[in-house]
């Protein structure tokens, strides 16, 4: 993010070389600390580039700060937060997948959903379940992974999409999904897919 000459600009072309310039802060599961910290990183840090790592959730209270909304203005701070998948369209705009990416990635989305003309994917993060492959904090434990299988299907239901239609993409931080009776139930059925061994 840049502000130069009154307006707050984004350019995604640094790459890594945005590393050597500017501010760069960390906010990684430190909500409470973001949001305190807006005034300082929108309109007091003195750098004419600061670089920020955290996560999506918070998007919604950096458009609600007062900051935000005079830098933008409060009519495209609105139409930003009226959008329903504000980071899938944000996502759509500023990125392009590598030619490898989006072969991989239409590999698995074929894959996943078989034979059927729908995919639901659902995201399921342990958090501290593979220690030897990264730290993260305790996220859901996994006797909360029904009630992910039991959105996807409310999701069916309330597209009133049948059944035999739809397939469902299970991704997880962990491999350890793959031993719930559910999923093995719905994967013997081929309703259900994991990503293959050793990528989850």
Avoid at 97 to 104: I, Q
Avoid at 160 to 175: H, I, M
Wanted: with cysteine.
């Amino acid at each position: 993010a840049c502000g130069l000459g009154g307006e707050f600009l984004l350019d995604w072309r640094m790459h890594s070389s945005v590393g050597a310039i500017g501010r760069k802060a960390n906010y990684n599961d430190r909500y409470n600390d973001i949001v305190a910290d807006l005034p300082w990183l929108l309109v007091e840090e003195a750098e004419p580039v600061v670089v920020l790592h955290s996560n999506q959730r918070t998007t919604i209270e950096t458009l609600r700060s007062p900051e935000a909304r005079a830098m933008l203005g409060p009519r495209m701070v609105d139409d930003l937060m009226s959008l329903p998948f504000l980071h899938a369209e944000l996502l759509e705009m500023l990125f392009e997948p590598s030619a490898l990416v989006a072969k991989r990635h239409e590999a698995l989305a074929s894959a996943a959903r078989g034979n059927r003309k729908r995919l639901i994917a659902i995201h399921f993060r342990a958090g501290d379940r593979s220690p030897e492959r990264w730290r993260d904090p305790p996220r859901h434990p996994l006797s909360e992974l029904d009630r992910f299988l039991d959105c996807a299907l409310l999701v069916e239901q309330r597209l009133s999409w049948s059944d035999a239609d739809v397939a469902w993409y299970l991704a997880a931080d962990t491999g350890v999904v793959a031993d719930s009776a559910r999923v093995a139930e719905l994967h013997r059925h081929g309703k259900i897919a994991l990503p293959p061994a050793g990528r989850e």
